[in-house]
């Protein structure tokens, strides 16, 4: 055996992989898709949505930060883990307030797309309707908590990428928010519409003012395809 | 043997999902064949008059007068079909939810910039008018409901998939691009 590769299983198909890759870097390499939402490539996993979960030797584990290991049996396309993928999405959908029809990334919204895939016809939970904060201070972007997922996507982004730590976030728990790093909103902040932590919100809550609607419906990324079909469809080289 | 009876109604919401109804062509013509229709709309039935095997769903419950018809709807229909984002989680009326009832109305009718002076001071309370509910709901919350078909609205597609196979007895499997929230 050589140690430059580890050999495992997910789903009983054998994968190959350099042994300093996570289950879920993996998996993309050879075009298994795990389902994901706080997870993005070039940023640092953070593990937060649990939506990646799948099932190492039987016990659930996050894909994107538990690293490969040799033998190890990972499970992954199973009803089980579906449905458990769909409760996230679900309680994710009615302690926020998202709006599909009116919200202006329907149809390219990564939350949205997961519940298309995983095929969640609604969310059955009770709607929360919690009151959210908008900062719509800045020129030409704004933040709208009422569709955050508390991914952290832009806050990593803004750390690893664009170095300038403009987000975060603050209290814990049902409380837990994305903050603005400074006394007076997104505007008071070196942020601008070009910063890779823009580019990042799976969802509507990170928006570039004054973009919206430009996409015809039946042409938006995930009118056709499933989230998850631009990795199925990659070649795979073992 | 009789056809099977459908029902349908309209709640908060925009007709939308009624319209979609209505977009499955010439398909209406076999819908005829297939089915008879009782109280809905679209034949203007005000009351049931037997039982119904399916009855469809569109819009949320936001007024005393749309969860009594539902819930009138759900006793006389064996299988009850939710369409549409109004009627699954409250859809863009239930936009009102973020804000008390009180302040939507005092915005409305005393305080907001297109109020004219004479008509200010009047909330209407009138009998007639049903009651707003403290918020909009999704049907789900008030009664059971069988079947959900998403879409703002769901697609003619959507629709006619989903009643043929409630028809047929067969399991209600959407295709990808089917299932929409928008």
């Not at chain 2, 319209?19 to 009351?47: A, G, H, Q, T, Y």
Request: contains cysteine.
């Amino acid at each position: 055996m050589s140690m430059n590769v580890v050999t495992f299983t997910i789903d009983g198909v054998e994968v190959k992989s350099a042994p300093d890759k996570t289950i879920l870097q993996a998996a993309d390499d050879v075009g298994i898709y795990i389902p994901r939402l706080c997870y993005l490539k070039d940023l640092p996993p953070g593990g937060h949505c649990r939506v990646c979960t799948v099932k190492v030797n039987g016990r659930p584990v996050n894909a994107c930060t538990y690293p490969v290991a040799e033998g190890i049996v990972v499970e992954n396309n199973t009803e089980e883990l579906h449905s458990l993928r769909r409760n996230i999405i679900e309680m994710l959908f009615v302690e926020g307030n998202h709006f599909c029809p009116s919200c202006e990334v329907a149809g390219k919204c990564e939350l949205q797309a997961l519940a298309y895939r995983l095929a969640l016809l609604t969310p059955q939970m009770p709607y929360l309707y919690a009151q959210k904060e908008l900062d719509a201070t800045h020129p030409d972007v704004y933040l709208d908590r009422n569709r955050c997922v508390l991914c952290g996507r832009c806050v990593r982004a803004s750390i690893y990428l664009d170095k300038k730590n403009v987000f975060g976030f603050e209290n814990r728990g049902i409380s837990m928010r994305i903050s603005v790093n400074s006394n007076d909103g997104l505007k008071d902040t070196n942020l601008t519409k070009d910063d890779k932590s823009m580019s990042v919100c799976p969802t509507g809550c990170l928006v570039v003012k004054r973009q919206g609607f430009t996409i015809p419906v039946g042409k938006r990324p995930y009118d056709k395809k499933p989230i998850g079909s631009e990795i199925e469809t990659k070649t795979v080289n073992s | 043997m009789s056809k099977p009876v459908v029902a349908t109604a309209h709640f908060t919401g925009c007709f939308g999902c009624h319209m979609s109804i209505l977009d499955i062509d010439e398909r209406i013509l076999d819908l005829v064949e297939l089915v008879e229709f009782n109280k809905s709309p679209i034949n203007d039935i005000k009351n049931f008059t037997k039982p119904v095997d399916i009855g469809i769903i569109e819009g949320g419950i936001s007024n005393d007068e749309n969860a009594e018809i539902l819930m009138e709807f759900r006793k006389h229909c064996k299988i009850l079909v939710a369409i549409g984002a109004c009627a699954l989680t409250g859809g863009v009326p239930s936009m009102r939810n973020l804000v008390p009832l009180k302040e939507c109305l005092e915005e409305a009718y005393l305080n907001g910039p297109t109020v004219k002076s004479e008509n200010t001071g009047i909330i209407p309370n009138d009998p007639d008018i049903p009651v707003l509910l403290d918020k909009v709901y999704p049907c789900h919350e008030v009664v059971k409901i069988d079947y959900f078909l998403p879409g703002c609205p769901p697609t003619a597609d959507t629709i006619w998939n989903a009643l043929v196979a409630l028809l047929k007895g067969e399991p209600l499997n959407l295709d990808y691009e089917l299932i929409k929230y928008d």
